[in-house]
């Protein structure tokens, strides 16, 4: 199955979207990383620069979740993340700007207990935004989550409020997808224009929105191009059985075939170790090198583990090929880490 530009456009344009993101994004090439590591030809996708609140790629994916929920005439949206989480912050942010409330639910998924971790980045954010906050104790159980903030919801419900809940769990239609399926469509008309063929796409793999969306839409246009998922929160075995189902769910939403194998979901958790929101050395060389190279701030937690998994993958894959970073945002995470990226790169100017 192969469709056109205006037929995957008009798949999307019949599912409600709030506009909330600054679009298009740019697509940029990063030459001084290229000559650093050797590889024929190296670009960044700027989703950092969508504009809401610090941005991030989570814009794209709330346009959708907003437009669904005021479809149904939400009046209050309801997320869980993690502590730093970059979604319920522009949830946050989302939901000021269209005039909603917002209640946020933060899981305990990385075992910090630093002040800068618990109380700056995402968090200060979260509290300027003027989110209602709860807690849950465990951050690896996604279904006691969504039951418990779909119990807030029901609570609000009681109090005369109209709730609308963005779930964790897969087997809910991904609306959030649909931002990265567009997206897309973006960087394929942006590549045409600069006359560029891009070989590669690297990209962050955790919730799986982002990942699927883009494989699903690049493969519905009959693209080719490699996607290389950089596992941040599951090992690959995990992670490719649920991008398999994303991208299946998205097919079913758009009500059409489902273009991608399981031969197109590629996946590396080389820089996953030891997990979720934790440091290891080549996310730190790598978060240092874009800094200094490029001039790109990555956060450790997604963006920073997915240029590690990019430069691996522009070292490895030789002459000839071009590669794409999708850079997600996430910037005020690198507040919440001060401790351990001030120790790194003190030792490193020293």
Do not use: W
């Not at 599912?15 to 600054?22: D, K, N, V």
């Not at 994916?61 to 970059?86: C, H, K, M, P, R």
């Amino acid at each position: 199955m192969t469709m056109t530009f205006e037929d995957l456009e008009a798949c999307l344009a019949r599912q409600p979207r709030a506009h909330l993101a600054h679009l298009p994004t740019p697509l940029e090439a990063m030459p001084n990383l290229c000559a650093h590591t050797g590889a024929s030809a190296l670009y960044v996708k700027r989703d950092d620069c969508t504009g809401l609140a610090f941005g991030g790629n989570k814009v794209r994916q709330l346009e959708f979740y907003f437009g669904q929920a005021q479809a149904e005439g939400a009046d209050t949206v309801l997320i869980t993340g993690a502590v730093q989480s970059n979604f319920v912050r522009l949830a946050a942010a989302s939901a000021n700007h269209l005039g909603m409330a917002c209640h946020i639910q933060l899981e305990e998924r990385v075992p910090k207990s630093e002040p800068a971790y618990r109380a700056s980045g995402n968090v200060l954010l979260d509290r300027l935004l003027g989110a209602t906050l709860h807690s849950y104790p465990d951050g690896e159980d996604e279904a006691g989550a969504d039951a418990r903030i779909r119990e807030i919801a029901e609570a609000l419900r009681q109090d005369g409020k109209t709730p609308y809940v963005i779930p964790l769990t897969p087997g809910h239609a991904p609306y959030g997808a649909l931002g990265y399926v567009d997206a897309a469509l973006e960087i394929a008309r942006q590549a045409d224009a600069m006359g560029i063929a891009i070989d590669e796409v690297v990209v962050g793999s955790g919730s799986g929105h982002t990942h699927a969306g883009l494989l699903f839409g690049l493969r519905a246009l009959g693209i080719p191009a490699r996607v290389s998922g950089i596992c941040v929160r599951r090992d690959a075995t995990t992670q490719q059985r649920r991008i398999a189902t994303r991208c299946q769910e998205i097919a079913n939403l758009l009500e059409t075939e489902n273009p991608v194998t399981e031969e197109d979901i590629q996946l590396s958790d080389a820089a996953l170790a030891p997990g979720y929101g934790r440091l290891n050395p080549a996310t730190l060389d790598a978060i240092g090198e874009a800094a200094r190279h490029e001039g790109l701030l990555l956060d450790p937690v997604y963006s920073g583990k997915v240029m590690a998994g990019l430069l691996t993958r522009a070292r490895d894959a030789g002459q000839g090929r071009s590669l794409l970073f999708i850079h997600t945002g996430g910037t005020p995470a690198l507040f919440a880490y001060e401790p351990e990226l001030t120790e790194a790169f003190s030792q490193a100017a020293e």
